[in-house]
Nanobody
């Protein structure tokens, strides 16, 4: 069974930064678009960002545009989410997932049923 692995979550003060990583031991992320999602207690899962495999496409949720940057290193089989200017409302469990239906983030990027490989999540807490 494919299992992605997130890391980098932590407690950070408002205005701070974190970088999350998404790896896939024993599984190649090649040809898949990779998305980051988050879920806060009592809230629905929210699409945060998406990066295409090789076409340079990316997408961001409205609440993180201008603050978060997604990237991928295909040679290292890893996807990153750089999060700057963090706010308390960014507090959530962050998940990465592989889109098994396409390799690009062009068009609707956070269609839930397209993402079939998920990680266990990493906790991000933004608080003073």
């Amino acid at each position: 069974q494919v299992q992605l692995v997130e890391s980098g979550g932590d407690l950070v003060q408002p205005g701070g930064s974190l970088r999350l990583s998404c790896a896939a031991p024993g599984f190649t992320l090649d040809y898949y678009a990779i998305g980051w999602f988050r879920q806060a207690p009592g809230k629905e899962r929210e699409g945060v960002s998406c990066v295409g495999y090789s076409d340079g496409s990316s997408a961001y949720g409205d609440s993180v545009k201008g603050r978060f940057t997604i990237s991928r290193d295909n040679a290292k089989n890893t996807v990153y989410l750089q999060m700057n200017s963090l706010k308390p409302e960014d507090t959530a469990v962050y998940y990465c997932a592989a889109n098994t239906m396409r390799s690009s983030c062009s068009g609707p990027a956070f269609v839930g049923h397209e993402y079939n490989y998920w990680g266990q999540g990493t906790q991000v807490t933004v608080s003073s």
